[in-house]
């Protein structure tokens, strides 16, 4: 199993332009999500998925858009790029369809991306 | 809203020292905890992970947590510190379906 991953591990935006952080899972998990780290903010939850067809918003949403067509991949959108997007991204994925199940979150490896 | 306090920005010690990493979460009920790992330019593994029972657990590497319910504390622990243990740690929490990381504790460890 390959895990998770996501593509590009590093990008470059001029503001305004839009782009899409892809992330793929092999594992069959239902719950996927996606975090940003900031230096001393810790993971903060962009978005998240608890299977194909639903997402939902997590603490900090505005400025992407996400969408869940499979089990297997839960591209994150950036719908016009901001300097205060500049971040590291990391996908994560976990076998419950509730992450309260308990289950653990395997992350990706991460995508840097830096706005100018 | 749950929220998850790593007190220690950043920790040093020497190698071969004991290690306690402290966190304290906020919430009514005993969520699920979990301590995370990253090592430089790396993603996230988990250590290891509380639901119920037991309150101290064993993870990967020579960790250990316990849990606290009293003090509503989940303090990540190991013995001997090894020099490849340098890496930043997260605490974490979940109730549902969302996910709280603490802001990490850097380490840092000198031979």
């Known amino acids: 199993n390959a895990g998770v991953t996501q593509t590009p591990k590093f990008q470059v935006l001029k503001t305004g332009q839009s782009m899409t952080l892809q992330c793929a899972q092999d594992?069959?998990?239902?719950?996927m999500s996606w975090y940003r780290q900031d230096p001393g903010m810790g993971l903060r939850l962009i978005h998240y998925s608890v299977g194909a067809g639903i997402t939902d918003q997590g603490e900090v949403p505005n400025g992407y858009n996400v969408s869940r067509s499979t089990t297997e991949d839960f591209p994150l959108r950036l719908l016009s790029a901001a300097p205060s997007q500049t971040s590291v991204y990391f996908c994560a994925s976990s076998y419950s369809r509730s992450a309260g199940g308990g289950h653990e979150q395997y992350f990706g490896p991460g995508t840097r991306l830096t706005v100018t | 809203a749950q929220s998850v306090t790593q007190p220690d920005i950043h920790i040093t010690v020497s190698e071969g020292a004991s290690l306690e990493l402290r966190c304290n979460y906020s919430?009514?009920?005993?969520?699920?905890l979990f301590w995370y790992v990253q090592s430089p330019g790396q993603g996230l593994q988990l250590l290891l992970k509380?639901?119920?029972?037991?309150?101290l657990v064993q993870g990967i590497k020579g960790f250990e947590a316990e849990f606290k319910r009293s003090q509503s504390s989940f303090n990540l622990r190991k013995p001997s510190v090894h020099w490849s243990d340098a890496a930043e740690y997260f605490c974490?929490?979940?109730?549902?379906?969302?996910?709280?990381f603490g802001t990490g504790t850097s380490l840092t460890v000198i031979p």
């Open positions: 509380y639901f119920s029972g037991d309150t």
């Open positions: 594992m069959n998990h239902e719950y």
């Open positions: 919430y009514g009920a005993t969520p699920y």
């Open positions: 974490a929490v979940t109730t549902g379906n969302q996910f709280y």
